[in-house]
């Protein structure tokens, strides 16, 4: 098939870009074989382990697995970063073969013992009567090996898989193309399931005899490594490929892992949510297995169901993931997603007490296909979500405790508690009914205990979210501008709300995220860029490993680091600006404001031409303020003189004046004296006034502190307090930044006097014309008063003491306030202390209009 041809086709599935095409249809077809292997192997795994083994002897195939399953993972990963990835990987299917031929023999010896008694015949020998007595002593032990054989094959196939992928692609183009691979083993599942249910169903070949068909699809998959492997050569290089690229399994410690968790009150309630659902998947498993023995007492019979129910789990799952997944997340939020899988299966189990007998196996599978349904689905994304406010360090290292530990823990004890069942209720002595119902107590109380931990993670999961968020007693601004990136979530929701309105305003907003590489996972997964992700981690559950084996080794690569400059390249084109003036022609004169908005976002992507800037002048004035914001945000990235007027004019807007602020902001120190005009010149909107002293504390240079200075020493109420909080930012922010005595002493003296005012202008007399205690409205007027003193003393004063001074002060009690004054004692000169004490001791009435009347006449 021409690149061309092959291109268009996988694109359907992927962007998949000409040069890995090849490469990409190798590595898909090497999943879809793994995975139609496995769907074949699973049916068959399960129902022998029904069927041929004694009900008593179950567990011990969970418990094997449980303890086994993480020494053969670290196993394979040493080995595959020690070994050359191709001879391994190679080898490691001629020995998944090998074991396949072998397994066949055991299991076909054994059926044929239940009809017939193992004997040589004439061109035999002693071996051939031995080793079939062998396999018959050992009997259950085959199916053990065998079950816990499966998991290993899997676990080390996938890893394997997409260390593959690593070795072949860079972690961008892998993650670009997961959607393809998913795709593949999706498809290779259901290939699997339907080709063993027809092969039984038609008789065409034995439960047993499905092993045969095995090694040959493995064959297959060994001619598709080497293919992915040469297409290697040709991606990377022949040296390069030579070097093992990906370390796969380069994890922390275990103990560091455990220790994470730990030290989390968070992190221990999801590790125990996350194994109270194990222990119920894992009593399920037992429930089913009953009900199916109960019925299908032949193998070819109990594999075909089997290999139906799988096909229907992997076809559900699918289309309840595409259809209602997201649906739910959003129609009713992450508590009640939470609760969705626990209480559907509570309901669904309370009904095994009122089944009959008849109905046994019907209500069996609904319940296991229910847990395996939302274990693939909802769970899955919910669970994603629950560990977005984790640090990714200590995200990276809980997983690890969780997926090696916590999910195999829960799995053994799911098995133990079974095994402790099974003896002490005497389930030998009892029919399947009662057994499964007697489970479902189990089950019963673990799913109580799943939505009881669920209650308490979802309690704690806000608190986390806000851990960060502390109350402090500096300025709101620098607490926002210390703990949140006000840019970034600006960002976000703009893109979240542009996504329902314009797909060409989207996806200009998501590209502004890339170029600015904000794009992280988190976010990715919040806009809906890592549904492919998603879905590829979902898959685990459906191979019943435990933990993430399927999406374990793709490095978290954010963007393309070649993307942005690609797309400004494209911006720079004048083919490109000719095409876009045209559109933009079109916008601009719509009536719709959807058009005008992606005209106006557009405008900052384009080159500044006079044409554009006639455009961007005409949409500042737009009566619709979202499309004035877009507006704004492009007049950020021209910074054209003759607009700073109309970006004046929108300080007057509330609904544009913070947009306005960070235009203004974008535009650097260049527009002070334009600032300034406008500051001082009274015929102005006073919101314009109020908004901009807020750009120049941004600007923070000394010319902007002078400014401010000067307005204040105009004495004007109406923007007083803008003005000292601008300065007072500056001073926090710039200490470079001076500030002369000659010119903040007046002010400070000032602002003493006016509250002088207050105290002694207070409504009300007491005998002898002393004033009363001063109202709640005064003493909040006061408060504001003495607040805007200490603001200005930070700027003479170090700031640390003067704060401090002041939260003290405030703080109203007899021992802060002695404090404050011990403190600035030590600071202030003896006019200050004079005129500034009487003001904030805790005097009488009397006392302080005394105290205050004579420090006047000092001064």
């Not at 007492?297 to 089997?306: M, P, W, Y």
Request: with cysteine; proline share 4%; aromatic share 10%.
């Amino acid at each position: 098939m021409a690149n061309g041809r092959l291109e268009k086709l996988l694109n359907r599935f992927a962007d998949v870009r000409g040069h890995e095409a090849h490469a990409a249809l190798y590595l898909s077809g090497f999943f879809f074989l793994i995975t139609f292997s496995f769907y074949i192997v699973k049916p068959v795994k399960e129902s022998f382990l029904i069927g041929l083994v004694n009900p008593a002897w179950w567990p011990y195939a969970d418990l094997a697995t449980a303890l086994l399953i993480g020494f053969v993972v670290a196993l394979n990963a040493r080995l595959l970063n020690r070994l050359p990835r191709r001879t391994y990987i190679s080898v490691s299917i001629l020995f998944f073969i090998g074991c396949l031929l072998v397994f066949w023999y055991a299991f076909d010896v054994y059926l044929k013992s239940l009809v017939s008694t193992p004997v040589a015949d004439s061109s035999g020998g002693i071996f051939f009567v031995w080793l079939p007595l062998t396999i018959m002593r050992a009997w259950p032990v085959p199916v053990f090996v065998f079950c816990f054989w499966s998991d290993v094959f899997i676990a080390m196939s996938v890893t394997q898989f997409w260390i593959a992928v690593n070795d072949v692609f860079d972690p961008y183009q892998g993650k670009r193309l997961v959607g393809l691979f998913v795709t593949g083993g999706l498809f290779g599942g259901i290939a699997g399931s339907s080709l063993a249910a027809l092969m039984v169903f038609a008789k065409l070949i034995s439960a047993g005899n499905l092993l045969l068909v095995c090694p040959v699809i493995l064959a297959l998959a060994l001619v598709m490594v080497n293919r992915v492997y040469a297409e290697q050569k040709q991606l990377r290089g022949a040296a390069e490929a030579e070097v093992n690229p990906v370390q796969a399994g380069a994890r922390v410690g275990y103990l560091e892992s455990f220790l994470s968790v730990k030290r989390s009150r968070y992190l221990r309630l999801l590790a125990a949510t996350l194994a109270s659902a194990m222990v119920v998947g894992s009593l399920i498993n037992f429930q089913f297995k009953f009900a199916v023995r109960r019925i299908f007492t032949a193998a070819d019979d109990r594999t075909l169901f089997l290999a139906m129910f799988f096909l229907a789990i992997l076809v559900v799952s699918t289309i309840f993931h595409l259809a209602t997944t997201r649906r739910v997340l959003r129609t009713f939020g992450i508590r009640w997603a939470l609760l969705v899988a626990p209480a559907l299966l509570l309901v669904g189990s309370l009904a095994v007490f009122l089944v009959s007998a008849g109905a046994l196996l019907a209500w069996a599978s609904l319940i296991r296909g229910g847990d395996k349904l939302f274990d693939n689905t909802l769970s899955q994304s919910v669970r994603e979500l629950l560990y977005i406010p984790v640090p990714a360090d200590i995200k990276y290292k809980a997983k690890i405790f969780i997926d090696m530990f916590v999910n195999k823990f829960a799995t053994g004890l799911g098995a133990g508690l079974y095994l402790v069942l099974y003896w002490l209720s005497g389930f030998a002595y009892k029919d399947d009914v009662a057994k499964v119902r007697e489970i479902g107590i189990l089950v019963v109380v673990f799913l109580c205990l799943w939505i009881a931990l669920t209650r308490a993670v979802y309690a704690e999961y806000p608190a986390v979210l806000k851990k960060d968020i502390r109350r402090r007693w500096d300025e709101g601004d620098k607490i926002v501008s210390a703990n949140v990136d006000v840019d970034l979530t600006r960002d976000v929701f703009d893109a979240l709300q542009s996504r329902e309105r314009s797909t060409t305003l989207y996806l200009m907003n998501v590209f502004d995220l890339v170029r600015k590489n904000n794009l992280t996972p988190e976010l990715k997964e919040v806009l809906g860029i890592k549904q492919d992700e998603l879905r590829a981690r979902s898959m685990d559950s459906l191979f019943d490993v435990g933990g993430e084996v399927l999406f374990q080794s793709l490095d978290e690569a954010i963007v393309d680091k070649d993307f942005a400059s690609e797309i400004d390249l494209i911006f720079l084109l004048p083919s490109y600006q000719e095409v876009m003036e045209k559109r933009l022609a079109e916008d601009a004169g719509s009536a719709s404001e959807v058009d005008r908005i992606d005209a106006a976002k557009l405008i900052g992507l384009m080159v500044r031409s006079p044409e554009t800037l006639r455009y961007l002048e005409r949409f500042l004035q737009d009566p619709s303020p979202e499309v004035v914001t877009y507006a704004l945000r492009s007049a950020a990235v021209h910074r054209r003189a003759e607009h700073v007027p109309l970006i004046l004019l929108q300080l007057g807007n509330p609904l544009t004046a913070l947009e306005a602020q960070g235009t203004l902001t974008d535009y650097g120190p260049g527009i002070e004296e334009e600032l300034k005009s406008a500051l001082g010149d009274e015929s102005e909107a006073l919101e314009v006034r109020r908004s901009i002293p807020v750009v120049l504390a941004r600007f923070g240079t000394q010319r902007s502190a002078d400014i401010l200075l000067d307005e204040l020493a105009r004495r004007r109420e109406d923007v007083e307090p803008e003005l000292i909080d601008a300065l007072y930012k500056i001073r926090a922010d710039r200490p470079e930044v001076r500030f002369r005595d000659k010119k903040v002493r007046p002010e400070i003296l000032f602002l003493i006097g006016k509250g002088y005012a207050i105290v002694l202008d207070a409504p009300g007399r007491a005998p002898g014309g002393a004033p009363a205690g001063l109202t709640s409205e005064a003493k909040a007027a006061l408060d504001i008063k003495v607040k805007r003193v200490f603001d200005l003393m930070t700027l003479l004063h170090p700031p640390e003491d003067i704060v401090k001074a002041c939260q003290n002060i405030l703080q109203g009690t007899r021992k802060s306030v002695d404090y404050s004054l011990s403190l600035l004692d030590d600071l202030l000169d003896y006019e200050l202390k004079a005129l500034l004490f009487p003001l904030i001791e805790d005097l009488p009435p009397e006392e302080r209009a005394l105290r205050m009347k004579k420090a006047m006449r000092l001064k």
